[in-house]
């Protein structure tokens, strides 16, 4: 049986944690800045954990993590 590929674009957005939970970045931080609020773009520093629908999605994109 062959290896199943994992989505390049995957692999270098997302982690799993150790609980088996996804990690990303939060979004709407690349331009149009200057009408975000200031606490939007403070609570979008960092990562965040990724609801389970969204987790679910991710996952399969991951096969071996």
Known sequence: MPKMKTKSG???????????????????????????????????RGTMILCDADARIVKRFLPYA
């Not at 939060?26 to 606490?39: D, E, G, P, W």
Request: aromatic share 6%; hydrophobic share 35%; proline share 0%.
């Open 10 to 44: 995957a692999k270098k957005r997302f982690r799993l944690t150790a609980n088996g939970k996804v990690r990303g970045s939060a979004a709407f931080l690349s331009h149009n800045l200057r009408r975000r609020s200031q606490k939007m773009k403070r609570q979008a």
